[in-house]
């Protein structure tokens, strides 16, 4: 790969059988959010040709990656997790040009990557089975963990490697093969990672990429070969996703965003959880998924919390990643920032107030603004995901309908409260619907060793998607044995 720090255009390739061979579909680039004229990558598309010899040689590649065994795969991983720290500084810079956020997050998102490759390569040193007593003396029962098959994993652009490593990680440490569709925003930062995969010891056809259009992963999709489907990505495509692969038997686990509400009690930490919301909602350029979308304010807090979040929000610039004063970078590209801009705009007009809104840097970047609305639930940008930095304050009365107002929504993936009652946090963490719920804490964050899913729109109901030891239960089957001693033969 060509040094990350030029601009120097890369040229890539699909990664097919263990080798980078060119495709036949369609020229595609990827352009640099902070200045659109920078072409980050340009390559040839993937097309219905390339995806067959991807499934043939994931396919052919099973059987030779599941005798390597699990503590064999795990090698293979922390071997990952080595090059990527060595590789680190590169990818970060490459991760910023491409995707547009601050180097600072780059280099977190980068440093997270690693600790996941970690934590799935010690997995393979923990128990993979169950013993159970029998009713015969001389029998063990136990269950066995076997890899599901072929697995068709599709990424979003938001966090091009770390969501890649949450699922490709653990879908090869129990020896599945896997056929990856990357996000067609950041496909360089996707080449970078599957060669170190590569370079770490993943033997050909175990791991093949596409870089392609959405159309490529309806394709994967629908394919009898794939036996599991691992996807994070917008609500409209994960239904569609679903139709085809639940209907076909294939297993299915997805995340697919949220309209993550904060509460704060009257007895919070005024200051405290001003802080944590403006990381929550605004980090990253709001491109999160667990972004806090939502404020609820209960009580005469509502007026402490606004003066405490305006100066906070007046002060974010928005600018090249790489700048020192840049709190976010740009949005990944100038369509997200029209959606943005025209979800702002039909707030004010629906009654919406903006409190406060940042500053964004001169030049061609893809900026906008933080902000800062006040209203009520009335406002559309409080119901429907809007994947930028903006978020809503808004006042109810007591808990009751702070709870309500927080359930008011088809997501169900992360909540936050701020409160030293007791009460009200247990109240929150058995009521708000979400399926991460943190407390005194960002919405946003998650550790790799403890679960991490949604609820209603947010995900499916499968085994909880990224993270932790629950992860082996997606990315295999589970058979039950029964194993009888033999009877001795005796000599005649």
């Known amino acids: 790969m060509a040094n990350a720090t030029t601009t120097q255009t890369l040229e890539l390739k699909q990664l097919i059988n263990g080798s980078w061979i060119g495709a036949t579909g369609n020229q595609a680039q990827s352009l640099n959010p902070a200045d659109p004229q920078d072409i980050v990558a340009s390559y040839a598309t993937a097309t219905a040709e390339t995806l067959d010899s991807a499934l043939s040689a994931a396919q052919d590649a099973l059987a030779d990656w599941d005798r390597v065994g699990l503590i064999g795969r795990g090698r293979v991983l922390r071997r990952a997790a080595q090059l990527l720290e060595e590789r680190a500084e590169d990818i970060a810079v490459l991760m910023t040009r491409e995707q547009g956020k601050t180097l600072a997050d780059s280099r977190g998102e980068v440093g997270a990557t690693v600790e996941t490759l970690y934590y799935q390569a010690g997995s393979a040193r923990r ?37 890649p490593a949450w699922k490709i990680a653990p879908a090869l440490l129990w020896g599945n093969t896997v056929v990856w569709k990357s996000a067609s925003d950041t496909p360089a930062v996707s080449v970078a990672f599957a060669q170190i995969l590569l370079d770490a010891g993943v033997p050909a056809g175990a791991l093949n990429l596409l870089l392609g259009p959405g159309s490529l992963g309806s394709a994967l999709v629908e394919n009898p070969a794939v036996s599991a489907v691992t996807f994070t990505g917008s609500v409209s495509v994960g239904h569609q996703i679903r139709e085809r692969v639940v209907l076909r038997g294939a297993k299915l686990q997805m995340e697919l965003g949220g309209h993550n509400a904060a509460i704060v009690m009257p007895d919070a930490d005024v200051d405290s959880a001003a802080t944590a919301i403006i990381a929550a909602a605004m980090s990253s350029t709001g491109q999160k998924c667990t972004a806090t979308r939502r404020i609820i304010a209960v009580g005469d807090v509502h007026d402490k919390l606004l003066a405490a979040l305006v100066p906070m929000v007046n002060t974010l610039v928005a600018g090249p990643g790489t700048a020192a004063d840049s709190y976010m970078g740009p949005v990944v590209s100038d ?30 970047g893809h900026y906008v603004r933080a902000t800062l ?15 930028g930095p903006i978020t809503t304050l808004m006042r109810v009365e007591n808990l009751d309908e702070a709870i309500a107002l927080a359930n008011a929504t088809d997501f169900g993936l992360t909540a936050s409260v701020f409160t030293s009652d007791e009460h009200a946090i247990r109240r929150c963490l058995n009521e708000v619907v979400a399926g991460l719920v943190k407390v005194n804490a960002p919405s946003t964050g998650s550790e790799v060793h403890a679960p991490f899913g949604g609820l209603r729109n947010s995900s499916f109901p499968a085994p909880r998607e990224q993270n932790s030891d629950v992860a082996a239960d997606f990315f295999t089957e589970t058979k039950t044995a029964y194993i009888r001693v033999a009877p001795q033969v005796r000599a005649s």
Request: proline content about 6%; aromatic content about 4%; glycine content about 10%.
């Open 127 to 163: 128990a993979d089975g169950v013993t159970y007593p029998s009713g015969n003396a001389d029998e063990l029962v136990r269950t066995i963990r076997r890899p599901v098959g072929v697995v068709g994993v599709i990424t979003p652009w938001n966090f091009p490697l770390q969501i």
């Open 335 to 364: 369509r997200a920032r029209e959606d943005i801009e025209t979800a702002l705009a039909t707030a004010r007009a629906e009654g919406a107030t903006v409190a406060a809104q940042g500053t964004i840097s001169e030049g061609p």
């Open 373 to 387: 609305l006040t209203g009520t639930d009335a406002l559309t940008i409080t119901h429907e995901e809007v994947f």
